[in-house]
């Protein structure tokens, strides 16, 4: 766990390594949290049930623009294949494309930090799982909270639970904006994961952003 601040437990040999950043305060680390934010808005007239997080679901596809071969990462053939219903899957950019069973996507999504992108942050949960600790969703449309996010750890080997979150339980009509709710996973984190495919449905024409706490 942290590797990235290099407090290495879990090696190979099992013994255990420890590294401290020189001239550092001891107490800093635990008064940081770590987060990524990122937005995303729909396009379309009509809702987008969109994948915040694909999974192991390969997203990739091959797109010629300019005269030149891009390589993307929108493609949800592989997730509506297994069974998921989405109509699109976030990654880094504009994603305009038409799936093999007539599904348009128009998306636009970005990291909130230019130094970070999407595609490094999905890439490094899938190999260095994160307990998410807390998540702030903010809308364009005050009736997104009328509906649900859908939670699913895809494991090949076993059934599929979905869970949903319901996200009225988390707005409150005493509190001062209401385009925004605060999702607690303190108690019981969240994993973010290779594993986790996580579902929020976006309102035709709204922009959302989510702010995610580790």
């Not at 949960?125 to 998540?135: E, R, T």
């Not at 702030?136 to 009328?146: H, M, R």
């Amino acid at each position: 766990m942290d590797r990235a601040n290099r407090n290495l437990t879990n090696r190979a040999d099992g013994a255990t390594e420890t590294i401290v950043l020189q001239n550092a305060d001891p107490n800093v680390d635990a008064g940081v949290d770590r987060f990524f934010t990122f937005t995303v808005k729909n396009n379309t007239e009509a809702p987008v049930a969109t994948a915040l997080v694909p999974a192991n679901y390969d997203t990739e596809r091959f797109v010629i623009a300019d005269g030149k071969v891009i390589k993307t990462y929108d493609n949800i053939d592989a997730l509506r294949a297994a069974g998921h219903m989405v109509g699109a899957v976030v990654s880094d950019g504009q994603a305009r494309y038409t799936s093999t069973d007539g599904t348009v996507v128009s998306m636009d999504c970005a990291s909130n930090d230019p130094m970070r992108t999407i595609k490094h942050f999905l890439d490094y949960i899938k190999f260095n799982p994160q307990p998410l600790k807390h998540m702030d969703i903010i809308s364009s449309n005050i009736n997104q909270w009328t509906g649900s996010m859908s939670v699913t750890y895809c494991n090949p080997f076993f059934d599929n639970k979905v869970q949903r979150i319901n996200l009225n339980t988390f707005f409150s009509r005493f509190q001062y904006q209401n385009d925004r709710i605060g999702i607690n996973f303190d108690g019981n984190p969240l994993e973010f994961s290779d594993l986790l495919l996580l579902i929020f449905s976006i309102p035709a024409g709204a922009t959302a952003q989510f702010v995610l706490t580790f």
